[in-house]
């Protein structure tokens, strides 16, 4: 990838200050800059006295790849992914596990959209209690008391077709495979984030399967409002699950909520940057009358966007 010198002449903020400063983390290129913590470079900023343009050097560049990131991929690179055979884990619903070829994708971030009350946190705990049943860890991040054993509880036993000793047995492996921890705020998310990497590169988590986070939104919206430096944290935090999935083969499930947009019309919150960071997107809503509800692929690298499935949440 570029060297930063070569992109002072068209983006005026990356200037010999803003790259002295990147050198001095050992930052000389675009892949260097990917490849760094940008958490702890953006609270390094704060040593500096011209450190807001700093954090708008590094949203600059941040900004940069995001232009160059094009959703569609080659046929290379579908070959390529094949060929890791990476596995698929269900969501605990048999017309959306239909619907996605498998289920959730492992090495995936895929980001479920929807308005309150459409059945976002339905869906992760009924993918939290599929995958804890039958294939290993999950990490739950929790930013607004919405995780419920008792409904997990509820969940395993309404979908277990055996014997009650059978089911007690089945409800204490998914308990003791399901570790939630409360996250209020986006640096209490990343010091989860940076202890699970930790423990993931030292393989003291090395049966982790999914990492669920409900919701994305809740945590990165507040920060968003403090310019540069809240835009720099969200993208961090993006790239960072990405990390995660990647290199370990987790599949990574985010919920975010919807907020108004242009004539009375809806549109995901977090803005046109987050847009391209999941590998997924998916909307779900749900007709309150009938009781249905719908999935849309909002983005998929291998499905095309407006493919829909209607099902019923239990």
Not at 259 to 264: K, L, S
Request: charged residues 20%; hydrophobic residues 40%; glycine residues 6%.
């Amino acid at each position: 990838m570029a060297a930063l010198r070569c992109l002072e002449c068209d983006y005026p903020l990356i200037d010999s200050d803003f790259r002295n400063f990147c050198a001095s983390h050992n930052i000389i290129s675009v892949e260097d800059f990917l490849l760094h913590d940008l958490y702890v470079l953006v609270i390094s900023t704060e040593q500096h006295h011209n450190s807001e343009r700093l954090k708008e050097g590094i949203t600059q560049v941040l900004t940069i790849i995001n232009k160059q990131h094009q959703p569609w991929v080659d046929g290379q690179e579908l070959l390529d992914d094949a060929l890791q055979n990476k596995s698929f884990l269900p969501t605990g619903c048999r017309s959306i596990d239909t619907f996605l070829h498998g289920g959730l994708r492992e090495g995936y971030l895929t980001e479920l959209v929807g308005t309150s009350s459409s059945g976002k946190t339905q869906i992760c705990l009924q993918a939290a209690s599929a995958v804890a049943k039958s294939w290993g860890k999950i990490v739950f991040l929790d930013s607004g008391n919405s995780f419920s054993p008792k409904r997990v509880a509820q969940i395993v036993t309404q979908t277990s077709d055996l014997s009650a000793y059978e089911v007690d047995k089945a409800l204490q492996q998914v308990m003791k495979n399901i570790v939630c921890f409360s996250v209020f705020d986006i640096f209490t998310l990343f010091e989860v984030l940076h202890q699970l990497k930790n423990n993931l590169r030292s393989q003291k988590d090395e049966h982790i399967r999914m990492l669920i986070i409900d919701s994305i939104s809740s945590l990165v919206a507040p920060i968003l409002g403090g310019g540069a430096h809240g835009h720099a944290l969200m993208v961090s935090v993006g790239f960072l699950l990405k990390r995660l999935a990647h290199e370990h083969d987790i599949s990574i499930l985010v919920t975010n909520h919807m907020v108004a947009g242009e004539r009375g019309t809806s549109k995901p919150a977090l803005g046109e940057s987050w847009r391209s960071i999941p590998h997924v997107r998916l909307l779900l809503s749900k007709d309150h009358i009938s009781n249905i509800s719908s999935i849309s692929v909002l983005r998929h690298p291998h499905m095309a966007t407006g493919d829909r499935v209607e099902f019923e949440l239990q």
